[in-house]
Antibody, heavy 121, light 106 residues
Framework: EVQLVESGGGLIPPGGSLRLSCAAS????????MHWVRQAPGKGLMWVSR????????AYADSVKGRFTISRDNAKNTLYLQMDTLRAEDTAVYYC??????????????WGQGTLVSVSS | IQMTQSPSSLSASVGDRITITCQAS??????LNWFQQRPGKPPKLLIY???NLETGVPSRFSGSGSGTDFAFTISNLQPEDIATYYC?????????FGGGTKVEIK
């Protein structure tokens, strides 16, 4: 069974940094592209970032480009999101998402439960 | 690519047929998914590639369309269908979602 467990969220003041982790199990993590998607409280969904299997191809939403860094450690079956220079508008639940197929790169089929990041003084 | 979803909310009776529409700002082919999100839960994929039902999803859910205009239908609304529904294009980055449709029971 595919399991994605996010951690690392919390309350952080504006301008601060936080690193989210997503522990994957139940599948060969290194075979899949991975995504982060976020959802502000009471709002809709927003795609944040994507990484390919070996970390050589990465993309970001414009609103986080230059502040967030996605990475992965295939030996530890873990996806990361380093978030720097955080702003109030980054407050959201952050989801780790995996496509259903190894060959798929842009589909959002399997979601973790999410971790809440609150940016406030 | 902007995804315009309507209505933003609707209220219907058990057994009703409801339809949600989603319009893309440019052609996305059939690279469109529909998700269901219940309160406090992550989104769940219901329909992929515009019209294909995900395994295990009840057949009262369906999707149609291609190009820029899409529709999502629940043919026999059930109490457990109370949720917010989102369309999402995966033709190109950035992946984008519609604004969501909150479905309530009268």
């Amino acid at each position: 069974e595919v399991q994605l467990v996010e951690s690392g969220g919390g309350l952080i003041p504006p301008g601060g940094s936080l690193r989210l982790s997503c522990a994957a199990s139940g599948f060969t993590f290194g075979d899949y592209w991975m995504h982060w998607v976020r959802q502000a409280p009471g709002k809709g969904l927003m795609w944040v970032s994507r990484i390919n299997t070996d970390g050589s191809s990465i993309a970001y939403a414009d609103s986080v480009k230059g502040r967030f860094t996605i990475s992965r450690d295939n030996a530890k079956n873990t996806l990361y999101l380093q978030m720097d220079t955080l702003r109030a508008e980054d407050t959201a639940v952050y989801y780790c998402v995996r496509p259903e197929e190894v060959t798929a790169t842009l589909t959002l089929d399997n979601w973790g439960q999410g971790t809440l990041v609150s940016v406030s003084s | 690519i902007q995804m315009t979803q309507s209505p933003s909310s609707l209220s219907a009776s058990v057994g009703d047929r409801i339809t949600i529409t989603c319009q893309a700002s440019r052609d996305v082919g059939n690279f469109l998914n529909w998700f269901q999100q219940r309160p406090g839960k992550p989104p769940k994929l219901l329909i992929y590639d515009a019209s294909n039902l995900e395994t295990g999803v009840p057949s009262r859910f369906s999707g149609s369309g291609s190009g820029t205009d899409f529709a999502f239908t629940i043919s026999n609304l059930q109490p457990e269908d109370i949720a917010t529904y989102y369309c999402q294009q995966f033709d190109n980055l950035p992946l984008t979602f519609g604004g969501g449709t909150k479905v309530e029971i009268k």
